[in-house]
């Protein structure tokens, strides 16, 4: 079957640290991958996608690379800013174009 | 205005009452979602509809409904809602012309049995 795993949070960092989100998947056939975001009361976002095993997405600082091998797409940011701070969730769309969600990770950059 | 747009943003319902949410889309997209989000679990998938005249059950969809009212509409009605029901629904589409592509979300409305 289908699913995303993601490490649980909450995850608290100072500005200009390291992140790292992990996100592992199984996955029947050979899904795209996608990391959205959420800020407090909006809807989720689409920040990056890799669609094939070893695309690198990126977009704002953040980058996720698609690893077959190990069914890893782990989200990263080199120096995170105060307005990082959202909810953040790992997907996949399977062959047949259903979605998979993990269950989010919560991220609180404090200045 | 937002491409997916869901109303109502907010309600607050007694237990046993019908209550429908709606959801219309200007991205001309054939695919369209529900999903339920409660805090620790994510979100998870009530129905999904991939044209008109196809609705599918998702994993959560004891308790709902549906209806695609047209390719640009599609609402989720609780016929008796219960206190369990008490969580943040996100209406989504995707294109089908475009495999590879992500979904788009709406603003989400946050409904509260008591």
């Known amino acids: 079957g289908n699913s995303v795993t993601q490490m649980e949070g909450p995850v608290t960092l100072s500005e200009e640290a390291f992140l790292t989100i992990n996100c592992t998947y199984t996955?029947?056939?050979?899904?795209?991958l996608f990391w959205y975001v959420q800020y407090p009361g909006e809807g989720l976002q689409l920040l990056l996608k890799?669609?094939?095993?070893?695309d690198k997405g990126s977009n704002k600082g953040f980058e996720a690379t698609y690893r077959k091998e190990t069914t890893s797409f782990h989200l990263e940011k080199g120096s995170v800013q105060v307005s990082d701070s959202a909810v953040y969730f790992c997907?996949?769309?399977?062959?047949?174009?259903?979605?998979?969600f993990g269950t989010g990770t919560s991220l609180t950059v404090i200045p | 205005d937002a491409d997916v747009t869901q109303t109502p943003r907010n309600r607050i319902t007694k237990t046993g009452k019908r209550i429908m949410l709606e959801c219309s889309q200007t991205?001309?997209?054939?695919?369209m979602y529900w999903y339920r989000q409660d805090p620790g679990l994510g979100l998870r998938l009530i129905y999904y509809?991939?044209?008109?005249?196809?609705?599918n059950k998702g994993e959560i969809s004891d308790g709902y409904s549906v209806s695609r009212q047209a390719q640009a509409k599609f609402s989720l009605s609780l016929e008796s809602a219960i206190p369990n029901q008490t969580a943040l629904y996100f209406c989504?589409?995707?294109?089908?012309?475009?495999?590879?592509?992500?979904?788009?979300f709406g603003q989400g409305t946050r409904l509260t049995v008591v």
């Open positions: 989504a589409t995707s294109d089908v012309g475009q495999g590879n592509g992500g979904a788009f």
């Open positions: 996955a029947t056939g050979y899904p795209s």
């Open positions: 890799a669609t094939k095993a070893d």
């Open positions: 997907a996949l769309r399977s062959p047949g174009n259903q979605f998979y």
């Open positions: 991205k001309g997209h054939d695919r």
């Open positions: 509809s991939f044209d008109v005249k196809d609705i």
